[in-house]
């Protein structure tokens, strides 16, 4: 009994590291991909300011 007891921590033991392996890699590479994601060219042209814009602003007045 003892022998089936100590396989099934060892098992569990296994599981166990298995799963918060799994989970830090999951997580590191979120991280990652949100960080490459996050950096934004500074030449890129966000805004640009048209006449329907100007309406719409002023619309707001």
């Keep these: 009994?003892?022998?089936n007891d100590s396989?099934?921590?060892s098992f569990l033991k296994t599981?166990?590291?298995g799963s918060a392996v799994a989970?830090?890699?999951f997580c590191a590479s979120t991280i990652?991909?949100?960080k490459e994601?996050?950096?934004r060219r500074t030449d890129?042209?966000?805004y640009r300011e048209s006449q329907d814009f100007?309406?719409?602003y002023k619309s707001l007045r």
């Design 1 to 3: 009994m003892k022998k």
């Design 7 to 9: 396989e099934r921590r």
């Design 15 to 17: 599981l166990m590291t």
């Design 23 to 25: 989970a830090t890699m």
């Design 32 to 34: 990652k991909a949100e």
């Design 37 to 39: 994601n996050s950096t």
């Design 44 to 46: 890129e042209i966000l």
């Design 54 to 56: 100007k309406d719409y």
